[in-house]
């Protein structure tokens, strides 16, 4: 198996990050963009553009990508974050495809998760719905930390969080990524905390969360084509879990008339 860690020098996140792990872990240079580790069985390469719109990245020919980013956030609220990628609409203004989905990596993800939790910090730790590209057969996840200036900038906290994104990619080669159930999330809004407790408390591994903004559209129907899309694309999937209160009735019963069809069963939270 083999991993890459992909990150930014347009970034100060990404490349504090991956700065600390190629001196950490002793990584070999095999060019100014390109470093490896153990046989090459980790490779850490550095574009220098937005990795949401790293679009060739499947040919870096691995198993697995995960992305180091620097997280935004509108109020500014400081967090560290996992997520799959994908556009749930005709929206792809931050890479990807207008409704198309990346290739998603339960598993892994949601080893990261845990290792971002064990980070003795105050700042917020959750999953992010999907969101943005880049859009890819390899499966992928983006780690992130910031939601202000100061904390995309934190040297420090970079530090740890790219110890742990290392301990991921060698949680992965060693098969020690695991879970209870593969699962996707359907409901919420962009944080949601429901999720991210079962991540940790219970093992749910998910593939992608679908938010409610996402799944209502303008016209008043609820859109399923993507949350099929979701459920095709999620490999072994378990079960879908609702957080059942984000949705109005008349979504509830399509959702759920939709998971019938599919034979897929279904957790409300």
Known sequence: ?????????????????????????????????????????????????????????????????????????????????????????????????????????PGPMLSAFRLLKSIESTVGKTYEATHHGPCLKTPAFFMEMGGNRSTIENKDLAALVGSRAFETALEILDGKTEYEKIAIGIGSGHYPSKFSALATGRGYAFSYIMPKYAIR????????????????????????????????SATRKEVLSMLDEQGLEFERV
């Not at 970034?11 to 991956?18: E, G, K, L, T, V």
């Not at 899309?229 to 984000?246: C, F, G, L, N």
């Open 1 to 105: 198996m083999r991993i890459a860690i992909a990150c930014s020098s347009d970034d100060p996140a990404s490349s504090n990050m991956a700065g600390h792990i190629i001196r950490e872990y002793g990584l070999d240079s095999v060019s100014p963009s390109l470093f490896v580790y153990g046989k090459h069985e980790i490779v850490l390469q550095r574009i220098d553009k937005p990795l949401w719109s790293y679009e060739h990245a499947d040919s870096l020919n691995v198993d697995m990508i995960l992305f180091l980013s620097q997280h935004q956030s509108a109020e500014g609220i400081p967090a560290l974050t996992v997520h799959s990628m994908g556009n749930w609409g005709m929206e792809n203004a931050y890479g990807g495809e207008p409704q198309a989905l990346s290739a998603a990596a």
């Open 217 to 248: 559209r303008k016209d008043g129907n609820a859109d399923l084509s993507m949350l099929r899309k979701a459920i095709e694309m999620t490999k072994d999937i378990d079960i879908a879990v609702i957080e059942w209160k984000s949705l109005d």
